[in-house]
């Protein structure tokens, strides 16, 4: 049997499962609300989606260890544009457009941090 454990993978999923604190639900509802724009869903309403925003919708459906390199580039990605607008958003609050840029990555700034069990 071989050790499927990988630090570096584990901080990583720590890390974009911190972020993304939105569930799958919520995510794909308001992205495909985003979508559709001021008319009506177009044909493909998936391929209209930004592309990091349904990069996460395929991480938050995986397990750990079912993890490809692109899904690693998606949670780095992520983690380092969550961070960095939350650093940005420290001092000013948060804007409509802030907000729904990290919303489309699964963060939601108005909700709670997570508490840990």
Same mark, same amino acid.
Request: proline share 5%.
């Given at each position: 049997?071989?050790?499927?454990?990988?630090?570096?993978?584990?901080?990583?999923?720590?890390?974009?499962?911190?972020?993304?604190?939105?569930?799958?639900?919520?995510?794909?509802?308001?992205?495909?609300?985003?979508?559709?724009?001021?008319?009506?869903?177009?044909?493909?309403?998936?391929?209209?989606?930004?592309?990091? !925003?349904?990069?996460?919708?395929? *991480?938050?459906?995986? =397990?750990?260890?079912? @993890?490809?390199?692109?899904?690693? /580039?998606?949670? #780095?990605?992520?983690?380092?544009?969550?961070?960095?607008?939350?650093? !940005?958003?420290?001092?000013?609050? *948060?804007?409509?457009? =802030?907000?729904?840029? @990290?919303?489309?990555?699964?963060? /939601?700034?108005? #909700?709670?941090?997570?508490?840990?069990?």
């Amino acid at each position: 049997m071989t050790d499927r454990s990988d630090p570096e993978r584990d901080h990583l999923w720590d890390e974009f499962h911190q972020a993304v604190n939105m569930t799958s639900e919520e995510l794909r509802a308001f992205l495909m609300a985003s979508a559709s724009g001021e008319e009506a869903f177009p044909v493909e309403a998936e391929q209209a989606m930004p592309e990091l !925003g349904r990069g996460v919708l395929t *991480v938050l459906a995986k =397990r750990k260890v079912d @993890l490809t390199a692109d899904d690693l /580039d998606t949670m #780095r990605r992520v983690v380092e544009l969550v961070g960095s607008m939350k650093d !940005g958003a420290a001092s000013g609050g *948060v804007d409509d457009e =802030r907000r729904r840029v @990290l919303m489309e990555v699964g963060h /939601d700034p108005l #909700r709670p941090p997570r508490t840990e069990d």
